[in-house]
């Protein structure tokens, strides 16, 4: 392609200086600059937006998971329940920071866990998590910097010596001894020049885009009675066990029957218009999948689907979006025609940003692959690691594999050291790692956990006068949250094959 191109001749301003940078205020990015400050660094946040939280408050992903060990199938889900009651340390594979948030978050009524404990999941209540954020970062003592995005790093040769913003007032330079590049997308990293993979192998495609949307005003008795059959949740917990979480306000994820633009209620323009946007198999027209929030009439609609968009170019970004807009329209349109209990239900709220599940994967010093996921790879320098199933999608088809029950990987320190680049770290979902791994690390729970031995790890190489690279992987996974000394032995080979989760996707 011949691009016409012009040279721009740059003069900017060192506006500050810190211990450690952290780029990105999404979910590992807030736990990086929590570790970091709490460890001693003198600590900056930098985030585009005006508010922290990433894809768990802008995104509206809804609900925040995973924390246990794998919970696939109803039997060991249901110990797994019983042990959050007694023993939450046996079955909680995140703890550290991201732990600390969500029980602060369901303590004080913003988030739904399961009697006050972290379980798999947690659903948030978006105006709390971002305050909790800001307080967490005030008590920390780190800085925050919004509406500022980090455009480019500052070097020295290889070694990364801070970044230059582009904010309201322009372009400032900030001077860091460490930098975590925590955007989701590796703009830092990749503006370094450090090597990444994009998507599939075979041909680059990302896993797909969702913009989420909330519905208030359902009636959810009559919704549950009528359309929840089965066992149709994920993590598994029975029909039964669905009514009273839903009854006692604990967290829960659920998918509703397929077909529904085939019901003779759907007016036949919304079933004809609806046929435009379902690149997939009948998924978005055909079903509600969806979690509940503390607002009791109120669920996060996890169904829109666009494909082969790239989240790295604004242009593609503002077309997923406008599609997406005009589904969402039309599947509402549908619910309240068609779904029981969501006759006087509305649209409450449409994501502020477009949910991007997959972009730049920075190569780094490790990469973690499906392997390791489906060997269950432990690391001597495992600093983070996930239970929850290879969640991606595949010619225009969700794929959601699952882990045998109590099982898990780890992530290994390495894997957050920018190979042929020093003085940074990634943190989060621009991790090294290949497309199947990443459909298992890009929850958020993982995602903090990563964050906080990003900080963490930022925070020992300031206070040693080491890079990150000569730290020793091991004293970060001593010093970071993780922990798995307390965990029950995962059931290999014991996964319930329960074709009634009919879920396609799940995060
Ligand atoms: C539709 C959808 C549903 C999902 N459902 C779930 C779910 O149910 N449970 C779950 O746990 N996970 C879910 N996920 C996955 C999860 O939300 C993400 O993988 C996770 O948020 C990644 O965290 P992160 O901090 O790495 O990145 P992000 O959440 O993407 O945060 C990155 C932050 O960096 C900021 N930023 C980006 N570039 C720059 C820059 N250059 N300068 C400054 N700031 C920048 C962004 O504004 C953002 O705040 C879902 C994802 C999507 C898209």
Redesign the pocket.
């Known amino acids: 392609m011949n691009t016409k191109m012009i040279t721009e001749t740059l003069q900017t301003p060192v506006t500050g200086s810190y211990d450690v940078i952290v ?7 807030c736990c990086a600059a929590i570790a970091a400050a709490r460890n001693g660094a003198q600590t900056l946040i ?4 005006g508010y922290l ?4 408050t ?2 509206m ?6 924390y246990t060990v794998s919970p696939t199938s109803l039997a060991y889900y249901a110990s797994v329940r019983e042990q959050l009651r007694t023993d939450p340390d046996r079955v909680q594979l995140i703890k550290g920071i991201p732990r600390e948030i969500m029980r602060r978050l369901i303590s004080s009524g913003g988030g739904l866990g399961y009697f006050g404990e972290v379980p798999a ?1 947690v659903c948030v209540h978006v105006p709390s998590l971002m305050k909790l954020l800001l307080d967490m970062m005030e008590e920390a003592g780190v800085a925050v910097l919004f509406y ?4 480019q790093p500052i070097m020295d040769g290889d070694v990364v010596r801070g970044v230059i913003i582009q904010g309201k007032g322009g372009r400032e330079a900030l001077e860091a001894k460490v930098v975590v590049d ?4 590796g ?2 990293a990749a503006a370094a020049g450090a090597e990444f993979e994009f998507g599939r192998p075979q041909d680059n495609e990302a896993i797909n ?2 913009l ?1 949307f909330t519905m208030g005003n359902i009636d959810m008795e009559r919704y549950f009675e009528a359309e929840v059959t089965g066992q149709a949740t994920w993590p598994p917990v029975s029909r039964e066990e669905h009514f009273a979480d839903m009854r006692a306000g604990h967290s829960y994820w659920f998918g509703t029957s397929s077909g529904l633009s085939e019901r003779p209620e759907v007016p036949e323009h919304i079933r004809a218009e609806l046929d435009n946007f379902t690149w997939s198999t009948n998924h978005s027209r055909g079903h509600i999948f969806a ?1 509940n929030s503390p607002i009791p009439d109120e669920l996060y609609i ?1 169904v829109t689907e666009v494909f082969k968009k790239s989240g790295t170019s604004s242009w593609e970004i503002s077309e997923a979006i406008t599609i997406a807009y005009k589904e969402i329209e039309l599947l509402a349109e549908m619910y309240k025609a068609a779904v029981p209990g969501f006759e006087n239900a509305y649209i409450r709220q449409i994501a502020p ?1 477009m ?3 997959e972009t730049r994967r920075i190569t780094g010093d490790y990469i973690v692959t499906g392997d390791d996921v489906k060997q269950y790879r432990k690391f001597e320098d495992a600093i983070a690691g996930s239970g929850h199933p290879i969640d991606t999608s595949e010619d225009n088809k969700g794929r959601f594999d699952k882990l045998d029950p109590g099982a898990w990987f780890e992530v290994p320190y390495r894997s957050l050291l920018v190979k042929g680049r020093e003085g940074i770290l990634t ?4 991790i090294s790692c290949d497309h199947e791994a990443l459909g298992s690390i ?4 993982t ?1 903090m956990a990563l ?1 906080e031995a990003a900080g963490t790890a930022a925070a020992m190489a300031v206070s040693q006068q080491l890079t990150p690279r000569q730290l020793d992987g091991r004293q970060v996974a001593e010093k970071s949250g993780w922990d798995t000394s307390e965990l029950t032995e995962a059931m290999i080979g014991q996964a319930e094959d329960d074709d009634s989760v009919m879920l396609q996707r ?2």
């Open positions: 780029v990105g205020g999404g979910p590992a990015g930098v985030e585009r937006v939280g990433g894809m768990l802008g995104g992903v809804g609900s925040s998971g995973i999941y500022a995005q980090g455009v925590a955007t989701g997308d703009d830092v885009m969702t989420m979690c996890n940003l949910g991007i599940r943190a989060g979902r621009c890009r929850p958020t729970a995602c964050g799940e995060s």
